[in-house]
């Protein structure tokens, strides 16, 4: 009993800050989430139901912004834990004769995403940026990155290019947690490198490759910044993200309780999302 | 199966040398140990003949097969490591199928192997078990049974018992002799444990600082050490190792009070006054004996049908142990003679080389 009582007296402090930081905005958004409200009418929202659920759900930008989040997600995250898988191995050996090189190779994950959409900008203006400009001089021919055709690809590559080291830098700890004797053992059992990698390195990297995944999935499915400052909404909303589209209607449209639904109905498919992830990986464990 | 013979074998790291100049014969079927005091090398040696280390000078040669350029996995080896190395996301069956399924063996086949393994090490019970489920000698035994499934040329097998207790350690000491009597396979086996290398060895190979000291059989090495490091090493309890000198045609021991026993037979005398080591078995000592020396017990300690005995000549340096047989009523401070005959002295020169 009194083992009861000090840990709730232990864990009180955390829990009434979360509810300070949290709470709040949390409830302040439910409330707005079931209310008619304008910037006008912030302080008297009017009780209106789930008509703000049922217009999202009936928007079909809305839906364009999930089936894109969801696509952008879960390519990039495939892309990234392949690539970042690869390197990892294959850089190992480098790896461990030099570590600093690995400070070299998450450079990409300091810069601010939104630096980093402003730098791809640039880069790839069709008539400002250098990569055009020399594809044009040396081939004569270049894509338009940022055109309707190609600027899912653009982003998807720009966002992969960022993050791949996050990915990378896991999968390198895991590989390297790996006792060197059952690499060993497997190599005098007459296995060699390849099959070696995937029957033997690969399961034992696999929680990790399950964290990695998820993780990297959940920060593509709620991207803004890179591509906000890259594109924008895109031409004809085709990059426009969860999380963009919840920021459009809420600043450019001022049509806030439907915003509030929209990013109650992110965190609810993010939250059923974790814990479905949380599940798979505890079996995945065992 | 087949023999192994290493040809002139050396391994630098860092321009320091690990192992120098081996050269070794391990005829087919042998249980060869290679003994030695931590750093002096064995294990680099097996890493070498198993293909995890890269030899910088030198050829091995397994069942004539020269073998020094050969990946691991091409060696057609089975190794079972200190650490066990079980694959700890396989099954016990999986881990011991492994070897089989890398060499893409076909499944049937694999299954009757699994078995006929799982049978020999008793392991039936435990092979639908993750590693982390089993026991330290559960655990050997598993590892043990992946080695032998391949049928391998060589088994290379690198300290396995250090990691299992007293008890448990005498008990695979017998396994592995059953094992090895019916498999009948080469056995190269690293131990750090002279008890270990006597009871399983045919051949033992003593190693020291990366070089061979001498290679023989268990009782080639007890009986006949080339020097003063196997004559130290080979044997429990330890062999007394006593200063002396030679005066005529006796040997003056400046331990123990300048007591004097006769020169053991020699081809050739030593220099007079040079300083020499005297060798003695503490088996070799009782309470009768044609030859003595006049001591006093320090420490008795029983073992119950022996006893040992450290016992030194009044105000000096060395200390003589005895193993005799009986000794019950001996206690510390009484007067002990030991006794031996000149046949069981040994003799060193100042470099450590026996005398013959």
Known sequence: MTNRRENAILAAPLVLFLLAILGFPTVLALVYGVSDTSFQTLTSPEFSGLANFRQVLADPTFWQAAWFSLRFGAITAVLQCALGLALAVYLAPLVRLHGWTVAILIIPMIVAPAMMGLMYRLVLHEFAGPLPHYLYQWLGWSPAFLSPAHVFKTVVVAETLQWTPFAFLLFLTAYQSIPEDLREAAAVDGTRPWRRFWTIELPLMLPTVWVALFIRFI????????????VGAGPGGSTTSMSIYIYETFLRRGEIGKAMAAAILLFVTAFLALALAQRLTRKAAR | MADLRLEHLSKRIGGHSVTHDVSLSVPDGAFCVFVGPSGCGKSTLLRLIAGLEEASAGRILVGGRDVTQVPA????????????????????????????????RPEPEVAAKVAEAARILQLDSLLDRKPAQLSGGQRQRVAIGRAIVKQPKLFLFDEPLSNLDAELRVHMRLELARLHRQLGTTIVYVTHDQVEAMTLATQIVVLRDGRVEQVGSPLQLYDAPDNLFVAGFIGSPKMNLLAATRQGDRLVLPGCGGQSVPLPPLAALPAEGVPLHLGLRPQAISATGAQSLDLVIEVVEHLGSETLVHARAPGSAELVTALVTGGRTLSPGQPFTAGFGTAALYLFDPTGQRLR
């Open chain 1, 219 to 230: 920060d593509g499915f709620r991207v803004f910044d890179n591509i906000y400052t890259l």
């Open chain 2, 73 to 104: 996995w091409d060696r057609d080896l089975a190794m079972v490591f200190q650490s066990y190395a079980l694959y700890p996301h396989m099954t016990v069956r999986d881990n011991i199928a492994f070897a089989l399924r890398s060499a893409r």
